[in-house]
């Protein structure tokens, strides 16, 4: 194991601010010493003393504003994820429990969720194709949406439907909410394709550029995307949907029998 003596200057002094964060000396928003004031601390150069900002950076720990320095990274409200968010009592619901840290013991509070949406008609790829049972190329409704929670983006969610599922239905309606009074599993509901079973592998990866951007992403940050193919009861896939998750803002909590 390394002690200090090891470390260059740099990660040493990122060490120490590192210990000053998460010890809450440097609190959620609280800002750093300047490159001037650390390479006076620690008797080392400026250029030295900018590379253990740039180490913070990189963790996703701090946040830099032009002009004005680097910040601690605020903390998010954490929304837990698990079945039953599907559940049918919550297909109108427009506000979501957010908790202070990732334990479901912790303090809670209520966030307002909103939601902007692109609908376009595109052709199915391979995948697609396969989920829907239909032929490659096919044009499929692509209804592409990002989520917000108290006006603060946290993830995508792009769904994908046959045409003849959900045409002249409010899920093909681009106007900003969810679709008609209930989202779109009330409105498939109505069409005779009530969702029963669901079907959700989760991935980690670092984010692209546009993911970036989109979800407002410090330097860092990991998302979580998750792929859901939703069913009929008798097995009809009728929606495949791809989402991206900001990693910090939320946490995946199931509960089940253990299998024979």
């Known amino acids: 194991?390394?002690?200090?003596?090891?470390?260059?200057?740099?990660?040493?002094?990122?060490?120490?601010?590192?210990?000053?964060?998460?010890?809450?000396?440097?609190?959620?928003?609280?800002?750093?010493?300047?490159v001037r004031d650390?390479?006076?601390?620690?008797?080392?150069?400026?250029?030295?003393?900018?590379?253990?900002?740039?180490?913070?950076k990189s963790e996703g720990l701090i946040t830099a504003r032009s002009g004005s320095g680097a910040y601690v990274r605020e903390s998010h409200p954490i929304r837990r994820l698990g079945p039953d968010r599907y559940a049918r009592h919550r297909w109108q619901a427009t506000t979501v429990t957010a908790h202070a840290t990732d334990r479901p013991d912790s303090e809670t509070t209520q966030q307002q969720g909103g939601q902007q949406q692109e609908v376009s008609l595109v052709e199915a790829d391979d995948l697609i194709a396969a989920v829907l049972g239909i032929d490659v190329g096919t044009l499929v409704y692509e209804r592409a949406r990002?989520?917000?929670?108290?006006?603060?983006?946290?993830h995508t969610m792009t769904s994908y439907y046959r045409r003849?599922?959900?045409?002249?239905?409010?899920?093909?309606?681009?106007?900003?909410?969810?679709?008609?009074?209930?989202g779109g599993f009330a409105v498939l509901s109505?069409?005779?394709?009530?969702?029963?079973e669901i079907t959700e592998d989760l991935l980690a990866r670092m984010p692209t550029a546009e993911e970036v951007l989109l979800l407002e992403l410090p330097v860092g940050e990991p998302v979580v995307e998750v792929r859901r193919i939703t069913r009929t009861a008798d097995?009809?896939?009728?929606?495949?949907?791809?989402?991206?998750?900001?990693?910090?803002?939320f946490v995946w909590s199931y509960t089940y029998p253990i299998p024979d």
């Open 190 to 196: 109505e069409r005779g394709l009530a969702p029963h």
């Open 164 to 182: 003849e599922d959900v045409e002249g239905t409010p899920i093909v309606d681009p106007r900003p909410g969810i679709a008609g009074g209930g």
């Open 1 to 34: 194991m390394r002690d200090g003596r090891d470390l260059t200057p740099s990660r040493q002094i990122a060490d120490s601010l590192r210990s000053d964060i998460t010890s809450g000396r440097l609190p959620p928003g609280g800002r750093l010493p300047t």
């Open 146 to 154: 990002v989520m917000t929670r108290d006006g603060i983006p946290t």
């Open 235 to 249: 097995g009809k896939p009728i929606e495949y949907a791809r989402g991206v998750h900001a990693g910090s803002r």
């Open 38 to 56: 650390l390479a006076d601390r620690f008797g080392v150069s400026r250029n030295t003393a900018a590379k253990a900002i740039s180490v913070l």
